[in-house]
T-cell receptor, first 110, second 112 residues
Framework: EADIYQTPRYLVIGTGKKITLECSQT?????MYWYQQDPGMELHLIHY???????EKGDLSSESTVSRIRTEHFPLTLESARPSHTSQYLC?????????FGPGTRLTVT | QKEVEQNSGPLSVPEGAIASLNCTYS??????FFWYRQYSGKSPELIMS????GDKEDGRFTAQLNKASQYVSLLIRDSQPSDSATYLC????????????FGAGTRLAVHP
């Protein structure tokens, strides 16, 4: 099982602000993922990475960007937050076939 | 047609009963299958993985896989109110992709 950390856990921020959601894991997993999930709705993959300097867009188009400069760190950035970005953002990493999720960041843009 | 289909529920069962959750998938080449439990407002938690046809048991949970029918199920024996959650079925895409495809989830309600 992986230890995956996400900060902040909750964020309320005004429109137009730049935000970075942090995700880190301590197990040396190569594969990391970002999902977006609205309450009671499906998980949507928005970004993934198979290793350092590797990032790809997921199945759901997102205005966010990601980077993977270190194996353990996979931050997600929104350059200009909008109310439509209000959602829960879940980070995950994968060892072999099994994928584990972090606790999530609940973002509210006012 | 979605790649992974689940009945959205809610599936309501009395405490102590067996809850049966079903999932079908479209990618015939898929080889690995997972069940996640997600409590309201929390992140998904991996509870079962299955890779071969047949049954796999872990405590009160049994996963069943039938690749010919493209069907995965999860049985929860002696259901408890604490089992009330949304259960997500996930399938690994074939063809070398390392991405899980998630179903929309089945909401389970266990009533005392």
């Amino acid at each position: 099982e992986a230890d995956i950390y996400q900060t902040p856990r909750y964020l309320v921020i005004g429109t137009g602000k730049k935000i970075t959601l942090e995700c880190s894991q301590t197990m040396g997993h190569d594969k990391m993922y970002w999902y977006q999930q609205d309450p009671g709705m499906e998980l949507h993959l928005i970004h993934y990475s198979y290793g350092v300097n590797s990032t790809e867009k997921g199945d759901l188009s997102s205005e966010s960007t990601v980077s993977r400069i270190r194996t353990e760190h996979f931050p997600l950035t929104l350059e200009s937050a909008r109310p439509s970005h209000t959602s829960q953002y879940l980070c995950a990493s994968r060892q072999g076939y099994e994928q584990y999720f972090g606790p999530g960041t609940r973002l509210t843009v006012t | 047609q979605k790649e992974v289909e689940q009945n959205s529920g809610p599936l309501s069962v009395p405490e102590g009963a067996i809850a049966s959750l079903n999932c079908t998938y479209s990618d015939r080449g898929s080889q690995s299958f997972f069940w996640y439990r997600q409590y309201s407002g929390k992140s998904p938690e991996l509870i079962m993985s299955i890779y071969s046809n047949g049954d796999k048991e872990d405590g009160r949970f049994t996963a069943q896989l039938n690749k010919a029918s493209q069907y995965v199920s999860l049985l929860i024996r002696d259901s408890q109110p604490s089992d009330s959650a949304t259960y997500l079925c996930a399938v690994n895409r074939s063809g070398g992709y390392n991405k899980l495809i998630f179903g929309a989830g089945t909401r389970l309600a266990v009533h005392p």
